[in-house]
T-cell receptor, first 112, second 113 residues
Framework: DAKTTQPNSMESNEEEPVHLPCNHS???????IHWYRQLPSQGPEYVIH???SNVNNRMASLAIAEDRKSSTLILHRATLRDAAVYYC?????????????FGAGTTVTVRA | DAGVTQSPTHLIKTRGQQVTLRCSPI?????VSWYQQVLGQGPQFIFQ???????GRGNFPDRFSARQFPNYSSELNVNALLLGDSALYLC????????????FGQGTRLTVV
């Protein structure tokens, strides 16, 4: 499995942006970058994914470095509900890629 | 639409016993996966089933088994329970395999005493 490296924890103030980095220096050309988050006492939920171009959706933005060896998940205005563990995961662009390989993730704390 | 539902939500078992956990995927989803999450760690992949066939298996002992039914629901069985099997067991469903977004249930909290 391709590996990702994330900081253990990050803190933010409510209504401020949060930038969550992820390093994936061994990423292959066919790997997509996925982000999931897990709120306390819940199962993980999908946030966003991308291949090469930056991506935006209602939850977040994903900025991918030109060499694809790193990416950043951006929460534009953090709310208390965004306090969660955020996981950066690489997935092959293949129907045979059947699993999500979770690491330890980044624990995000949002201060009111 | 209802999300992924898992039952039971909590369970306490004794070492050596057997347990069956159940998962109902989102309607229309053909793929079901199982994950184990020990406290303080990320979820670890156990099995994936697609169209009633096992498509992938993680690094878990043979005490762990699973199956998927014609209605795409799934069961995870664990035999000869050990204290170390205490964890949150998560079920995820997706429309297809591969890059499909996975939707997770709330999990079953298993405690082995």
């Amino acid at each position: 499995d391709a590996k990702t490296t994330q900081p253990n924890s990050m803190e933010s103030n409510e209504e401020e942006p949060v930038h969550l980095p992820c390093n994936h220096s061994t990423i292959s050309g066919t790997d997509y970058i996925h982000w999931y988050r897990q709120l306390p006492s819940q199962g993980p939920e999908y946030v966003i994914h991308g291949l090469t171009s930056n991506v935006n959706n209602r939850m977040a933005s994903l900025a991918i470095a030109e060499d694809r060896k790193s990416s950043t998940l951006i929460l534009h205005r953090a709310t208390l509900r965004d306090a969660a563990v955020y996981y950066c995961i690489l997935r092959e662009s293949s129907a045979n890629d059947y699993k999500l390989s979770f690491g330890a993730g980044t624990t995000v704390t949002v201060r009111a | 639409d209802a999300g992924v539902t898992q039952s039971p939500t909590h369970l306490i078992k004794t070492r050596g016993q057997q347990v069956t956990l159940r998962c109902s995927p989102i309607s229309g989803h053909k793929s079901v996966s199982w994950y184990q999450q020990v406290l303080g760690q990320g979820p670890q992949f156990i099995f994936q089933y697609y169209e009633k066939e096992e498509r992938g298996r993680g690094n878990f002992p043979d005490r762990f088994s699973a199956r998927q039914f014609p209605n795409y629901s799934s069961e995870l069985n664990v035999n000869a329970l050990l204290l170390g099997d205490s964890a949150l067991y998560l079920c995820a469903s997706s429309r297809e395999t591969g890059l499909s977004e996975a939707f997770f249930g709330q999990g079953t909290r298993l405690t082995v005493v």
